[in-house]
């Protein structure tokens, strides 16, 4: 029986990391052109739990010194795409979910190592509003982000 039992406490061991991650937060029309959330690689549980709240605005699972709300990626893309008009949806939306991604990733990364902070969201968000045409916005802040990321 005590095997039995911890067969079963060692199975949920291995089933608990993936279950964090089991369900997609991503708004759905992003799913498609991004790397599921399950697959991508965390350094750690604290990194898939800011990535979450880069996405969501939620500090889900007792986040410390984290502050729920908005913006967040997920609002920002609707606002893109909703100032793009529908003519631009299929070039605006996989563009600024890829762009998520790529920020959210590197921003949600502890802060000792990380190339993007706070402020720097702050930053895009007002670059990508300034931006008379949103797709502009989007290839300024991707360029900002990538030279960033690569220590430029």
């Known amino acids: 029986m005590a095997r039995v039992i911890g067969a079963y406490l060692a199975a949920l061991a291995l089933m608990a990391p993936a279950?964090?991650?089991a369900e997609e937060f991503v708004r759905r029309d992003c799913q498609p052109v991004v790397q599921p959330t399950d697959a991508l690689k965390?350094?750690?549980d604290r990194h898939a739990l800011w990535y979450r709240r880069f996405w969501t605005g939620s500090c889900a699972?007792?986040?410390p010194l984290c502050f729920p709300g908005t913006p967040n990626w997920n609002e920002i893309v609707s606002r893109l795409v909703a100032r793009g008009g529908p003519q631009d949806r299929s070039v605006l939306l996989p563009k600024a979910c890829r762009?998520?991604?790529?920020?959210?990733l590197e921003w949600a990364r502890d802060k000792r190592i990380q190339r993007i902070r706070t402020a720097d969201l702050k930053v895009f968000n007002t670059m990508l509003e300034a931006a008379g045409d949103?797709?502009?916005?989007l290839e300024r802040v991707e360029g900002k982000a990538q030279a960033m990321i690569a220590g430029r």
Do not use: K, M, R, S
């Not at 762009?99 to 959210?104: A, E, K, N």
């Not at 949103?134 to 916005?137: A, I």
């Open 19 to 21: 279950a964090a991650h």
């Open 61 to 63: 699972d007792g986040l």
């Open 134 to 137: 949103p797709l502009t916005g």
């Open 99 to 104: 762009l998520g991604q790529l920020i959210g």
């Open 42 to 44: 965390f350094e750690t």
